[in-house]
């Protein structure tokens, strides 16, 4: 929620397993058009480049930045097929792997787990936690996982669970009865909760009621949030309880968004002379330190704090500045605020959020018992930031009120730095709903000593019934209006409920419905009023006048009736009107359900029998981009309109993997109740035939493309299977074509890192994998396999297991030793081979990282692994099996069809009709041998990637592509990173050989692809964003100006430096990452001196150890978006293999010169070389754009440039052992 204002070696292992080409295989991007420059941004912290999340599944996503990023996938068991869904939504990417579809489908599990970006945002990525925070309800915790907190009165546990045991808990989980379909379990992402008066205070009506007698004495508010400053004047002898659930320890406010919270509630304004006093200043104020002191929490520290605030301290009402993102209601912490109202009358005021979105009133706001409240000015303008209703899924009203949320001055912590714009030493301003939502906790405090025995949800409606109309505004942007606690506790009458809702299901053609709404007098005297209805609501009232009786009440019926052809939603205010000014205002909101169709889903395997649990559908709205789950049989109720609708069918096969089909309805126009009924044997094989046999390895990928009317990123229904083991069908609905469908087969092929054949009569080819890390060289062996049981002493005893691979069927509940010492007993035995086959799943998928080190050990998996271990048990049995450590082929094939599924997917491919690119893989002495490859194929919108595997660096190859544009990637693990550089937009053109050099020498500077927002226009490498100047700046891009990501940041081990930035001479910021920063500055135009620093000291990075570079330019506001005028210099040396050139002769140096936004004219030009360091300098000699040097027989060379262009943009470079000589 936002300020409103099983080992250790499953980790160390990860990247050598992506390096094994044992388990990262990659989704389709969304991109477009291919960009030649695209660039990122960093998440929530992160440095540019990919980010990776470990999925509830265990499956981990490398998540790429960008406003369509590359997703990168390592299933958790890499030899097991997957189906994965993509899809944007709300500008978040999710990924969801089907094995999740039917606990999602049921409602178990909670789809933010699968919300990747929301994953990193909440620093949930594998980089800053080892374990992923559930929230479970009314089920077993999976085992493994660690309780973290306990709330019993809600019926929920937190738990934490480590990710390297994610795999083999999820296979636990959705094997168990508890979380079966029906079972009433909930699973839910532990979400990260972030926190969300001298006018405003008495612009409420304070002070009236200060006057009456009522300053909030006797009465407890409870405030959640970042702690309070205990010390400060404002609440002296004014705190009661206080709790800390951060884990700080204490209360103390670190951040100061609880103290200004605590301080507009209830503050006394003693440091202001009364000044800043706060609504309720003589109430006592609970204090629980839900949020750590940087504003964030989790919802389990929130429900604690609320069960400890209404229950244990029983305050009458509770201040949460907090919220977690819109939600229809349900999530659990705004089901806690039901449960505990209903349990301890409490009332729970709420912000309503700061995003300034349609229907984004944030949890817990959207509880139907909390006080939701938004923000308006001190002139009640309602705030642009300000979230507005109606609440998700039923369009209920809200925010239920609004009240003064800008600018507001309240109390600081002495000892912190402000978070706002100070206001002496002891006051700041801040803007929010978090700011406005105390000045409602605050009037209620002053009501509830009014009346002191009215619960929260009498409170709740009183409020609402008072408050002042706030002109222009609707009731889904203000709810009944802005507080008026003056009116409140003078007022005798108020309505009950606080506001009518109504839901009209389809069909509603003449549908009415009634709702009652009862006014109570606590006065003396009975009261007539005058009723009024607005006349955007289709309703209508049983009265236009009612009299309430004194110390009585009196009930009006509102009738709801469906309008013809109204769909839509419609918000309007009932106005009771009385004598001596008496108003009663309470907010309707009306919801005119569309036409609405059930869709029954029907899905048959190649047998044409019912495929129950082996299939799916994912069903997505065409028009409003939503996205539906369904099994066989279900029944969706879905809104009138165009879906597309992707089903998924397993059929079995004897011995052999099932095969997987791919049926697609493009584009079903819903107008009626429907059933649909996808036929896998509608199916025709997708294979793609390759002329070279060696490459017979890889991945197949299957990819339904569903582009939705919004314009943004299309879904993808992705299938991946093993080519050699794997049969792969596809078809669309016979007949059916659609312009918003495409069908892509993506293909990526080499050698496979293992090949295990059963021989004799019923030969057979076996899925098997390394367990754990390959052998160093490749294996080509001819062996006999037998069974040696479960590995024990007892199974190997009298077994001729010598020269031999030895065959074991494990059970899952072995521990990482238990199972290495069965590898152990192998060995001893004298095997050559040992193979693990599980007797379940959840091992398989948990264990495949491990790495036993006494043999070489394959683990088996699926239909063909079961039939060796069959046959093993009847005798020994003859298998062959090579084993390729890096591949030596290369093959990235990509084809698309636009409208439907050809009649005939399969293909035939000769490579003299590829695209041949000499591919060039640098490295540097110290550095490791190998780099993983990928790429993307820009093909039917999108970019499809494919398997990401490695190959030796220090070497040449030729690689082959399908023509077309490509963005291609090399990923290398050295150190405390993986480094990704990468190339976008590459064209390659039939018959037109290309080449590509990797990782050369020299790396420094590039203005290539830098940053990018999420969702948006690319952003350069330096740019303006309005009164602010942003860096990203990639410092060590290889000599072809390829972006390396992640560049240096700070906090890494290895990496120092800073980047700085001054304005007409003077210094504006240092920020200590190199090449990053976000600097303010003035709107006017001004010269500019941006200097950047990286040095980096490792074993593994013995060039450009250090870079140091400085740009001089003129920018100002006018700028904004745009690309500033940086000129670089990259040094393209002729260096080999090893990124070395020779000593002792003379050496000509090419020099890249390039302007970020556009091109260079260079006035000046001139290159220092130096061979000690930098210690001294001496002129190179130039001859146009090359640089003339001689070398000494051996060392270093460092390179120092100087540059200037006709616009008086300048740049000075130097890059410390930039390359080696070689004696």
């Known amino acids: 929620m936002r300020p409103l204002s099983h080992s250790g070696r499953r980790a160390a292992a990860a990247v050598a397993a992506t390096l094994t080409c044992l388990s990262a295989f990659v989704l389709a991007n969304g991109n477009g058009a291919a960009e030649v420059q695209p660039a990122r941004v960093t998440l929530a912290g992160q440095p540019a480049g990919s980010v990776t999340v470990t999925l509830i599944t265990g499956d981990r996503v490398m998540l790429g930045t960008g406003p369509q990023p590359p997703l990168r996938v390592e299933p958790a068991n890499p030899l097991a097929p997957m189906r994965f869904a993509q899809f944007a939504r709300h500008g978040d990417w999710y990924v969801i792997p089907g094995d999740a579809a039917a606990l999602l489908r049921s409602g178990v599990l909670d789809r933010e787990l699968f919300n990747v970006t929301g994953l990193v945002r909440q620093g949930y990525d594998d980089a800053r936690t080892d374990a992923l925070p559930l929230l479970v309800k009314d089920a077993k915790p999976p085992a493994g996982a660690r309780p973290m907190r306990t709330l019993p009165k809600l019926g929920i546990t937190a738990v934490s669970e480590p990710k390297k045991d994610a795999a083999a808990l999820w296979s636990t989980l959705r094997a168990g009865p508890a979380t079966a379909r029906g079972s009433g379990a909930r699973i839910w992402l532990n979400r990260r909760v972030h926190a969300a008066l001298d006018v405003s205070v008495p612009r409420i009506g304070a002070p009236t009621a200060w006057q009456a007698g009522y300053r909030g004495r006797g009465v407890t508010v409870a405030v959640l949030d970042t702690g309070i400053a205990a010390d400060h004047p404002d609440f002296a002898g004014r705190i009661g309880p206080t709790k800390d659930f951060s884990g700080k320890g204490s209360v103390a406010d670190g951040n100061g968004h609880g103290t200004h919270v605590a301080s507009t509630a209830a503050g006394s304004g003693a440091a202001s002379d009364g000044k800043y006093q706060g609504v309720a200043p003589e109430a006592t104020i609970a204090a629980g330190k839900v949020l750590d002191d940087s504003g964030s929490g989790t919802m389990d520290a929130v429900l604690a704090g609320m069960e400890w605030a209404a229950g244990e301290v029983g305050a009458k009402v509770v201040n949460m500045s907090l919220s977690s993102g819109p939600t229809d209601g349900t999530d659990p912490v705004s089901a806690a605020v039901n449960e505990l109202t209903n349990a301890t009358g409490a009332l729970f005021v709420t912000a309503a959020g700061n995003d300034g979105a349609e229907q984004g009133v944030s949890s817990p706001a959207t509880a139907d018992a909390a006080l939701a409240v938004g923000s308006v000015s001190k002139e009640d303008v309602p705030s642009e930031f300000s979230n507005r209703g109606p609440r998700l899924g039923d369009f209920a009203v809200k925010p239920d009120l609004v009240a003064p949320g800008e600018a507001i001055a309240a109390a600081r912590p002495a000892a912190v730095d402000p978070i706002g714009e100070p206001v002496g030493d002891a006051y700041q301003r801040l803007d929010g709903t978090s700011m406005a939502t105390p000045h409602v906790a605050g009037a209620a405090a002053l009501l509830a000593q009014q009346h002191p025995d009215w619960p929260g949800e009498r409170l709740k409606s009183a409020l609402m019934s008072t408050a002042a109309p706030v002109a222009g505004a609707d009731v889904f942007a203000v709810g009944a209006g802005r507080v008026d606690v003056a009116r409140a506790i003078s007022q005798a009458v108020s309505a009950v409920p606080g506001s009518v809702s109504a839901y009209l299901r389809w069909p509603n053609a003449g549908v009415t419905q009634r709702h009652a709404v009862t006014y109570d007098n606590t006065g003396s005297e009975p009261v007539t009023l005058d009723l009024d209805l607005s006349p955007d609501v289709p309703a209508t009232l049983s009265a236009t006048t009612v009299t309430v009786p004194a110390g009585g009440q009196a009930k009006v019926e509102l009738t709801v009736t469906a309008r013809d052809g109204g769909a839509g939603a419609f918000g309007g205010v009932l106005t009771a009107t009385g004598p001596n000014g008496i108003a009663v205002r309470t907010p309707v909101g009306v919801r005119q359900e569309p036409a609405m169709h059930d869709l029954t889903v029907r899905l048959l395997d190649r047998n044409g029998d019912s495929a129950g649990g082996r299939a799916s559908a994912y069903v997505i709205g065409i028009e409003n981009a939503d996205f539906h789950i369904a099994l066989d049989g279900d029944r969706l109720r879905l809104p009138a309109g165009s879906y597309a609708v992707h089903g998924y069918v397993e059929t079995p096969r004897a011995g052999q993997e ?161 199972v290495d010492q069965r590898v152990r007993n192998v060995a001893a035995s004298g095997a050559k081979l040992a193979m693990l086959m599980v007797q379940s799943e959840p091992m398989a998928a948990a264990r495949t990282t491990a790495a036993p080190s006494t043999l070489p050990t394959l683990i088996g998996y699926g239909p063909t692994a079961a039939r060796l271990a069959a046959a093993t048990r009847g005798g020994a049995v003859p298998v062959r099996m090579a084993s390729h450590r890096v591949a030596e082929h290369r093959y990235e094939l990509a084809f698309g069809t636009e409208g439907r599924v050809p009649e005939r997917p399969e293909r035939t491919v000769r490579t003299s009709d590829l695209v041949a690119v000499h591919a060039a893989y640098h490295r540097t002495p110290g550095t490791g041998p190998y780099r993983a490859v990928a790429a993307w194929a820009q093909v039917a919108g999108i970019g499809a990637q494919g398997l990401g595997f490695p190959m030796r660096t220090g070497a040449e190859r030729v690689e082959y592509f399908t023509p077309g544009t490509w963005d291609l990637e090399s990923i290398g693990s050295e150190g405390w990173q993986t480094d990704e550089l990468v190339a976008r937009g590459v064209r390659l053109r039939t018959g037109k050989p290309a080449r590509v050099e990797w990782n050369k020498a020299v790396a420094g500077p590039t203005l290539r692809g830098c940053v990018q927002s999420r969702f948006g226009a690319a952003v350069p490498c330096v740019s303006r964003a309005g009164n602010a100047l942003v860096a990203q700046l990639p410092l060590y891009g290889d000599a072809a100006g390829h972006p390396r990501h992640p560049g240096p940041r700070s906090g890494s081990d290895v990496d120092t430096g800073s980047t700085s930035l001054f304005r007409d001479g003077h210094l504006v910021a240092t920020h200590p990452t190199p090449g990053a920063g976000r600097f303010e500055v003035p709107a006017a135009g001004a010269s500019y001196r941006l200097v950047a620093d990286a040095t980096r000291t490792a074993t593994w990075w013995p060039l450009s150890t250090k870079v140091h570079a400085e740009w001089t330019f003129r920018s100002s506001a006018a700028d904004d978006g745009k690309a500033l005028p940086l000129l670089t210099v990259r040094f393209d040396p002729a260096v080999d293999l090893n990124n070395t050139a020779p000593g002792a002769q003379a050496f000509a140096i090419p020099l890249r010169i390039e302007r970020q936004d556009g091109p260079a004219n260079i006035t000046a030009l001139t290159v220092d070389v130096s061979y000690d360091d930098g210690a001294t300098w001496s002129p190179a000699k130039m001859a146009g754009s090359r640089a003339l040097i001689h070398h000494p027989p051996s060392g270093f060379v460092s390179l120092r440039v100087k540059s200037a262009d006709a616009d008086g943009n300048t740049l000075q470079q130097s890059i410390i052992r930039a390359y080696q000589l070689s004696a």
């Open 658 to 818: 099932p095969s997987r089909t791919t049926v697609v309805h493009p584009e079903l126009s819903l107008r009626d109740d429907t059933e649909i009924i996808l036929d896998a044997r509608l199916g025709r094989r997708t294979d793609i035939t390759l002329d070279e046999p060696a490459a017979r390895g890889g991945v197949s990928f299957a990819i339904g493309v569903t582009r939705v009317a919004d314009g943004g990123p299309p879904y993808q229904i992705i299938t991946a299977a093993d080519p050699r083991l794997d049969e792969l069908y596809a078809a669309t609905v016979d007949g059916i074509t659609s312009d918003r469908f495409a069908f892509v087969r993506r293909e990526v092929r080499h050698e496979p890192a293992v090949e295990l054949h059963a021989e004799g009569t019923d030969r057979f080819e076996v899925n098997a994998g390394w367990f754990g890390t390959a052998p160093a060289s490749d294996l080509r062996e001819e062996l006999t396999a037998v069974h040696g049981g479960q590995g024990r002493p007892e199974d190997l005893t009298g077994l001729d297991a010598t020269g031999r691979l030895v065959l074991l069927e494990l059970p899952a509940t072995l521990t990482d030793e238990e």
